[in-house]
């Protein structure tokens, strides 16, 4: 978010981007560039309970009167109330969220950030030319992150220059709100029907009720500097500034093939027991296996964090079972045939910038468990997967990244052997060579020869029909789908002249200025636009919706299929700059998806770690 300002046109305007700042444990400080909550998942304090998951949402918002004048804004039935952007005057990021107020001379600048490793966050006020009366009222609730629901039966306590309250469905969790400046007047208010037009529009409960406990009141005589806390743990107020001033120094130290994303990187590392993880995407995912092995070398390695890419690697191995990798970590579910395979190739690649053969030897059983397992010859079920007699990987439905479901059923089940799987399949197996290789322990597994034979059964995707590869076979699918760009992006594993193929299908039929579409617009099942309840939304996520995270495979293969030329090099930076460059959305990062369609609005997550990562990688080849 460094460096961002912005001076919105309206409440329209304001609402549409969104920021959020992390704390290190999965919880974090979200809202709008005006100050509202469009979301249930908004807040100034969400914090991660048993980190990085348990996230509860227990402050809502800060809203600020000064002598009448209000500078907040909520959405009613029917209504915006108060229309506190009527006085915002600029809302920048340098490098944390800062309101900017004009109330006639008076100006009043309002900054939030959190304490890294704590869910505690900080919103200082510097106000000058002040006169008259300021009051400031903390909205707060007690629930789970994921919705809006009944307000629960509060208590508080009163602590100095604050209060501590406490919810009777979760009454373990304490919430502190202290000043350094204003002084704390308890007096219990509910305010009623607050909706969030976010959840309105995907289908979800969008209204509920919140608390008001009482206001911070300081009277204002000209300048002032002052801060509100809200934490779960500290029952008094921090040295704020100096606070304020280590994360500052800290996101300074940062650094990232595209400057701009670095912070953004930084967010979705996260501690998880002893150790880190990497979240998937804000706001609502936790710590995915897929989504961490892809984003790993993007977030971590081009960053130069290696010491927190152990971290990672070292979480995921421990939770491996038979060879495969967790599909969510935190809801400990294997129903998953890549993520495992994608943990070899972040491995290889960890290898690869650090040349650290110490880890690799301590990870080294785990990945002759994920060969143990990939290599068994055995029949499929419905979630399962298995070697073939051709060396191929056959998987049940839905193992795929492609796994959305719609009244159970998988929207594309991409049962058989899957074109991506295999190419990764055959990455890890060479992959693996290398690093036996380097460990001096060629003659355990020779994982080269049945790399071999994958090499060989894999022109059987060929489709001469099409020009490009069978999205699944031994069922044939032909339907034009992204996941071919990754094997087409590996440099070994198929002929240039079937790349060259592969490249100009995608490019023709699938490419977009944020990434690549999941379905050719020509395929009659094709979705051009990702919108509407969790149903069609559902329905649409892989039919069409873009991937921005597809831009790193296709960057791969421009790269093999072109060459390292100056002009491949800057076509490729060309192709990267809109992600790059994108000002809708999520603030200083890349969401989940986009629409199929023009004019490619940003849907999903406002911040997906893949989407980051694989840009950042990609950029780093090509910078």
Known sequence: ??????????????????????????????ATAVGSNTRAYHGLLVAALKPPVDRWLLLSSLDEELEGVQLANHQYPGVIHPQGFKYLQEFRCDPFPRFCYKIESCLIEKTVFMIRGENTVIINYRIKNGKGMMRILPLVHSRSFHAACSLPGMMQEPLFKGTAIRSKIRPEIRL???????????????????????ERLRGLASKEDLLCPGSFEIKLSG????????????????????????????????????????????????KRGEGKSLIAGYHWFDDWGRDAMISLPGLLLCTGRFEDAKHVLRSFAAAMKEGVLPNDLGAGSYNTVDASLWFVRALGRYFAYSKDLEFVREIWPRLVEVFTRYSRPEGISGGDFACQEDGLIASGPALTWMDARLDGQPVSPRSGKCCEINALWYSALRDMQKLTDALGRSQDIEFASLAEEVKKSYLKYWNSETGCLFDVIDHEDASIRPNQIIAAGIADLLPDVMKMSIFDVVTRELLTPFGLRTLSPRDPRYIGRYEGDMRHRDGSYHQGTVWPWLMGPYIDALLIVQGRSQAALAQARELLRPLIEMQSGGIGTIPEVFDGDCPHRPGGCISQAWSVAEVLRAWDKVR
């Open 223 to 270: 300048d002032s500097c002052f801060a509100i806390a809200a934490s779960t743990w500290r029952n008094a107020m921090p040295d704020w500034r100096a606070e304020q001033e280590k994360e500052k120094e800290r996101l300074k130290g940062l650094i990232a093939p595209v400057p701009d994303l670095a912070a953004a990187a930084d967010t979705f590392l996260a």
């Open 1 to 30: 978010m460094a460096g961002f300002s912005f001076r919105p046109q309206g409440y329209e305007d304001g609402s549409g981007r969104e920021w959020l700042l992390a704390n290190g444990l999965g919880g974090y400080a979200s």
């Open 176 to 198: 502190n709100i202290l000043s350094d400046g204003p002084n704390y007047a308890p007096q219990d208010t509910i305010y009623y029907n607050f909706e969030y037009e976010a």
